[in-house]
């Protein structure tokens, strides 16, 4: 398995902006061969002095059968239309892919 965690920081105030491209975008990936989950979250305070809390970050949880499943995921038309119309409000994008071991 492939997880993907990527951390999208956004424009102050523009979240909703993003979670509603994501939601329509995650109709299409959900069906992708060897999509096994995907979806956004956003922080939680659970009163943590070493947990840092942004509400204008949105993460996202991805899991994969494999890489070439994700591979073909990111060369995807719909992919590629999501990040043109999400440009504009994405200040900074950071991306943790890992497999189990």
């Known amino acids: 398995m492939i997880h993907v965690v990527a951390h999208v920081t956004l424009r ?3 979240a909703p902006v ?3 491209e ?7 990936v959900r069906q992708e061969p060897g999509c096994v989950d995907y979806f956004p979250a956003r ?9 840092p ?7 996202v949880l991805e899991k994969w059968t494999s890489r070439r ?6 060369r995807s038309g719909h992919m590629r239309g ?15 892919i890992v497999e189990e071991v």
């Open 43 to 51: 922080d939680v305070d659970m009163g943590l002095h070493f947990q």
């Open 22 to 28: 994501f939601r329509d975008l995650a109709v299409l």
């Open 82 to 96: 999501f990040e043109d119309r999400i440009k504009d409000i994405v200040l900074d994008m950071k991306l943790t």
């Open 69 to 74: 499943a994700l591979e073909s995921h990111l």
């Open 12 to 14: 102050p105030g523009t």
């Open 18 to 20: 993003f979670l509603r």
């Open 53 to 59: 809390l942004d509400p204008d970050r949105v993460t």
